[in-house]
């Protein structure tokens, strides 16, 4: 079993991580008590928290899910709803963004793309952009000490309509907060549907005001997503894409146009999507030559860090340290930042 502490010192990034699923227990208790807000149930672990029956009644949308609760994802993004409610001034969000570049920085991160949904964020409704405002002066002061850089993907809820979306990507062309890199959807497909003709004009104008587009597809729902994110968002990354292994023509289309994929096993079999690490597809993307980068997803609630997860990689699908220095590497490569920063990480 490759060492923890060997995983660490490997420089690398992390690029599909959700702000939103990064809050300590610590935090969480500090922020409920700040807030008034009584906690679901006994307050052992975030996992306990975020399993609770009231996340966890099981969805008639869903069916599936097993670690995280009987409502898998559905439960889990009522879980992040409920928690991220808790932040209310900007103080507390900058608080929360220090908070995530200091445990980044623990797992020898040194640059993150995280996404932020607002949409979780339910205090800071109609001022979205002054949420993003309070957590950069989180990330700033974070990097001023020392710890993770961190560049924002703002993330549409899959159910937001095409009018909000375009809203969104407008006031970030009008006045684009300085961490914000790129544009994501989250959320969860086999709720919503097909949503790639629903955002392709956001998205449009999105890439045109120099955003980088990064899209959750083929977690919840099969490849068709994962197509739509391509051919009609123009991703450059798929946040999971995993099921586009049950489509061999898209493979060849994810490995002809090097678009990445920020696979998360653990998430993967925590929240239901395949019933444990050996029928996960990752070893089978990487014999098929698809760009894979290994990531956590949500790594508090799950109850996982990211140098945990590599090493369970590493031992079920018999990784060598040369092969997990190749996902560093590719971590790296596959960010949204600077030219000059990757550089300097490379
Ligand atoms: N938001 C947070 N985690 C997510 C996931 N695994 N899938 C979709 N949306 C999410
Ligand atoms: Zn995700």
Redesign the pocket.
Same mark, same amino acid.
């Given at each position: 079993r490759i060492d923890e502490q060997a995983i660490r010192a490997l420089p690398k990034a992390e690029v599909h991580i959700?702000l939103?699923?990064t809050f300590s227990l610590h935090d969480m208790l500090v922020l409920a008590k700040e807030s008034g807000v009584t906690l679901p149930g006994p307050a052992r672990t975030i996992f306990d928290i975020s399993t609770h029956d009231d996340f966890s009644a099981p969805s008639v949308t869903t069916g599936g899910g097993t670690g995280a609760g009987s409502a898998g994802?559905t439960g889990?993004?009522r879980f992040?709803d409920w928690q991220c409610g808790l932040v209310r001034t900007p103080e507390q969000a900058a608080r929360v963004a220090y908070a995530f570049a200091a445990r980044q920085t623990a797992s020898g991160i040194r640059y993150s793309d995280v996404?932020v949904?607002p949409t979780h964020w339910n205090a800071w409704r109609g001022r979205e952009l002054d949420l993003l405002a309070a957590l950069s002066e989180g990330f700033d002061e974070a990097a001023q000490d020392g710890l993770c850089e961190t560049g924002i993907a703002y993330s549409l809820l899959r159910s937001q309509t095409a009018r909000e979306a375009e809203d969104i990507v407008a006031a970030l062309t009008y006045r684009r907060p300085e961490r914000v890199v790129a544009l994501s959807v #989250?959320?969860?497909e086999k709720v919503t549907g097909r949503t790639g003709e629903k955002f392709q004009a956001a998205f449009s104008r999105a890439a045109v005001a120099g955003l980088r587009r990064t899209v959750?597809a083929g977690?919840?729902s099969g490849p068709a997503g994962v197509w739509d994110a391509i051919d009609l968002l123009r991703a450059e990354r798929i946040?999971?894409g995993v099921r586009s292994i049950e489509d061999p023509a898209l493979i060849e289309r994810l490995v002809r146009d090097e678009i990445s994929l920020g696979v998360?096993p653990r998430?993967n079999v925590s929240?239901g999507i395949y019933p444990d690490w050996a029928s996960h597809p990752l070893p089978r993307l990487l014999d098929a030559g698809v760009r894979v980068t290994l990531n956590t #997803?949500?790594p508090v609630p799950l109850g996982t860090t990211l140098e945990a997860d590599w090493a369970v990689a590493a031992a079920q699908f018999g990784f060598t340290e040369a092969d997990l220095a190749g996902f560093a590497r590719r971590s790296i490569e596959a960010s949204f930042a600077s030219d000059d920063l990757k550089r300097d990480l490379l």
């Open positions: 959700h939103e699923g994802l889990f993004l992040l996404i949904n #989250d959320g969860d959750h977690e919840s946040d999971h998360c998430s929240l #997803d949500d």
